[in-house]
């Protein structure tokens, strides 16, 4: 099984600052995968990096998990949350997992 994890920052790339709170930005993430009509989770995270010039910035990043999801649904919605939430690149992580469920009699 295929996980893929998508990061998108929520620093604008043009002011380099948080432009909404960060609800906002969950709730057009959640909309953009309801759209694409597939399963995902979210989490808010912080963190930090360096820019080519030596700058370090930090700032929340959303991350983005999809279990065998097709790598063009994938590619579309990285690329609806780079123009939506102003970035200049997102990053997207494919892993091959092993997976399974455990289930208990309730």
């Known amino acids: 099984m295929t996980e893929t994890k998508v990061y998108v920052g929520l620093n604008d790339a043009f002011t380099l600052e948080q432009r909404y709170e960060t609800e906002k930005y969950t709730s057009l993430l959640k909309k953009v995968c309801f759209s694409y009509h597939v399963p995902f989770s979210f989490s808010v995270i912080e963190g930090g990096y360096f820019h080519e010039n030596g700058d370090f910035t930090q700032e929340r990043t959303l991350a983005l998990s999809f279990f065998d999801i097709d790598g063009d649904t994938v ?28 289930q208990e009699t309730l």
């Open 75 to 102: 590619e579309q919605i990285a690329s609806d949350l780079c123009v939506f939430f102003r970035q200049e690149s997102v990053l997207v992580v494919e892993s091959d997992v092993t997976t399974r469920y455990i």
